[in-house]
């Protein structure tokens, strides 16, 4: 609720799980093309997931975690930031990926 207040927009996990597995399905139409580890990390990021905890939930040691994110940043183009800035980037370039899918396809994946 405080998040709220302070201007921060919060959607439920089921959500951000739907939408994953949405990119996911379509990543490759989309232009992404992020390999799995990376729709996975993504997925991840964006349902709040710390480092620590994406290492644990993955399996990666935290060298692996770093290569798979400097990729994915690579592919959304982001190359400037904080890790938290560049990790607000992958979600937001996500987000927006997302609304490239139409609405029919996008109501059969997540229904």
Do not use: D, N, T
């Given at each position: 609720m405080e998040a709220v207040c302070r201007g921060h927009t919060v959607l439920d996990s089921g959500i951000i799980q739907r939408m994953a597995r949405l990119f996911?399905?379509?990543?490759?139409?989309?232009g992404g093309g992020l390999c799995d580890a990376e729709q996975d990390l993504l997925a991840l990021m964006a349902d709040g997931y710390d480092d620590g905890r994406i290492c644990e939930v993955l399996q990666l040691e935290q060298t692996q975690l770093a290569e798979h994110s400097a990729s994915m940043y690579k592919k959304f183009r982001i190359a400037a930031g904080t890790?938290?800035?560049?990790r607000i980037a992958a979600?937001?370039?996500?987000?927006?990926?997302?609304h490239k899918i139409p609405l029919?396809?996008?109501y059969d994946a997540v229904g």
């Open positions: 996911c399905m379509y990543s490759g139409a989309l890790p938290s800035e560049q979600v937001q370039a996500f987000v927006e990926q997302i029919s396809k996008a």
